[in-house]
Antibody, heavy 121, light 108 residues
Framework: EVHLLESGGGLVQPGGSLRLSCAAS????????MTWVRQAPGEGLEWVSS????????FYAESVKGRFTISRDRSKNTLFLQMNSLRAGDTAVYYC??????????????WGQGTLVTVSS | SVLTQPPSASGTPGQRVIISCSGS????????VNWYQQLPGTAPQLLIS???QRPSGVPDRFSGSKSGTSASLVISGLQSEDEADYYC???????????FGGGTKLTV
């Protein structure tokens, strides 16, 4: 059974940094692209970033480009999102999602339960 | 949002509801569309993939279609447990990223 468990969320001051993790199990982590999607309180879903199965293809939303870095550790079956220069507008629940295939454009077929990031002074 | 959905929809039990999703040639017009259901207080889950494919476990009351730069989600035989937010999504070649619709809140 596919399982995705996000961690690392919390309260951070504007300008601060956080590193989110997503521990994956139940599938061959190295064969599938992975994605981060966020949802601000009371708002809709917003794509943040995706990384291909081998890590060679990385894409970011314009709103986070230059501030966030996605990465993956195949030995630990873990996806990461390093978030720097955080702003109030980054406050959201961050979901980790598995892509159906190795490419970043594939459908996200499994989602974690999310981790809340709050940016506030 | 890059993809346009009606913010709300409603129906009574047993009715048929259609939720639309409108895009452009760089997204829906050149990629397949996926639909996600988000029940209150939970994470999104895949409802329809590749325009019209139901993942295992999704009732056949849910169906999807795509034509040109638009897509639709049809829910037949509406049930109270269908009350949720529904999102369409696809890849956008111009933006080189995933785009979501703004979401449709379905009230039963």
């Amino acid at each position: 059974e596919v399982h995705l468990l996000e961690s690392g969320g919390g309260l951070v001051q504007p300008g601060g940094s956080l590193r989110l993790s997503c521990a994956a199990s139940g599938f061959n982590f190295s064969s599938f692209a992975m994605t981060w999607v966020r949802q601000a309180p009371g708002e809709g879903l917003e794509w943040v970033s995706s990384i291909s199965a081998r890590g060679g293809g990385i894409f970011y939303a314009e709103s986070v480009k230059g501030r966030f870095t996605i990465s993956r550790d195949r030995s630990k079956n873990t996806l990461f999102l390093q978030m720097n220069s955080l702003r109030a507008g980054d406050t959201a629940v961050y979901y980790c999602a598995k892509n159906r295939g190795p490419g970043v454009s594939a459908v996200k077929d499994y989602w974690g339960q999310g981790t809340l990031v709050t940016v506030s002074s | 949002s890059v993809l346009t959905q009606p913010p709300s929809a409603s129906g009574t039990p047993g009715q048929r509801v259609i939720i639309s999703c409108s895009g452009s040639s760089s997204n829906i017009g050149s990629s397949t569309v996926n639909w996600y259901q988000q029940l209150p207080g939970t994470a999104p889950q895949l409802l329809i993939s590749t325009n019209d494919q139901r993942p295992s476990g999704v009732p056949d009351r849910f169906s999807g279609s795509k034509s040109g730069t638009s897509a639709s989600l049809v829910i037949s035989g509406l049930q109270s447990e269908d009350e949720a937010d529904y999102y369409c999504a696809t890849w956008d070649d111009s933006l080189s990223g995933v785009v979501f619709g703004g979401g449709t809140k379905l009230t039963v």
